[in-house]
T-cell receptor
Framework: DTEVTQTPKHLVMGMTNKKSLKCEQHMGHRAMYWYKQKAKKPPELMFVYSYEKLSINESVPSRFSPECPNSSLLNLHLHALQPEDSALYLC??????????????FGPGTRLTVT | AQKVTQAQTEISVVEKEDVTLDCVYETRDTTYYLFWYKQPPSGELVFLIR??????QNEISGRYSWNFQKSTSSFNFTITASQVVDSAVYFCALSEPENYGQNFVFGPGTRLSVLP
């Protein structure tokens, strides 16, 4: 089973709202990722968690706050977003890297609209 | 500098034609990994293949084949006898040793339309 699930599928929020995106995998992967993808562009890495610890933060604004409660779950907390943050947010997971770089498996994404 | 180039922005073919998607990458590392992903209209990126820099063997999986040439820094993807279900955006990605290879650099993607 190579499934990564994400909820919700669609989210519309105002600039003053607080919301969270959720991601779950049951493949025993120890690395999880958040990407942002704008229309007709490739995914851009936002955060990486390895063994439940934040290992990469690609200079993402603080209005995006990631959380990894356990090895299967990854959240992205959203607060005071801007309309330009509207995008498809993708979660991915992979085996924890070591001497080998493993493929990442992606969820279906959450399409976020900020009004 | 763009590390992964996919020069073809959009390609249209008629069903059953063969099509090759180009990927050219740039890296100073001797150890690296290359990937291809498919993104259908539904949005989910589907993993197709992983190749490390020490394995230059070409690979075939059903109608899909990949040609890896280190001499030209290319990792091209061919779909034989294309089908309408192959319509999607295809991304080539590069992973380098920095940050244990977790930072994938995606190319801009090639949108493939297969017409019936």
């Amino acid at each position: 089973d190579t499934e990564v699930t994400q909820t919700p599928k669609h989210l519309v929020m105002g600039m003053t709202n607080k919301k969270s995106l959720k991601c779950e995998q049951h493949m025993g992967h120890r690395a999880m990722y958040w990407y942002k993808q704008k229309a007709k562009k490739p995914p851009e890495l936002m955060f990486v968690y390895s063994y439940e610890k934040l290992s990469i933060n690609e200079s993402v604004p603080s209005r995006f706050s990631p959380e990894c409660p356990n090895s299967s779950l990854l959240n992205l907390h959203l607060h005071a977003l801007q309309p330009e943050d509207s995008a498809l947010y993708l979660c991915a997971s992979s085996q924890a890297p070591g001497t080998v770089t493993y493929e990442q498996y992606f969820g279906p994404g959450t399409r976020l609209t900020v009004t | 500098a763009q590390k992964v180039t996919q020069a073809q922005t959009e390609i249209s073919v008629v069903e059953k034609e063969d099509v090759t998607l180009d990927c050219v990458y740039e890296t100073r590392d001797t150890t690296y990994y290359l990937f291809w992903y498919k993104q259908p209209p539904s949005g989910e990126l589907v993993f197709l293949i992983r190749r490390n820099s020490f394995d230059e063997q070409n690979e075939i999986s059903g109608r899909y084949s990949w040609n890896f040439q280190k001499s030209t820094s290319s990792f091209n993807f061919t779909i034989t006898a294309s089908q309408v279900v192959d319509s999607a955006v295809y991304f080539c990605a590069l992973s380098e040793p920095e940050n244990y290879g977790q930072n994938f650099v995606f190319g801009p993607g090639t949108r493939l339309s297969v017409l019936p």
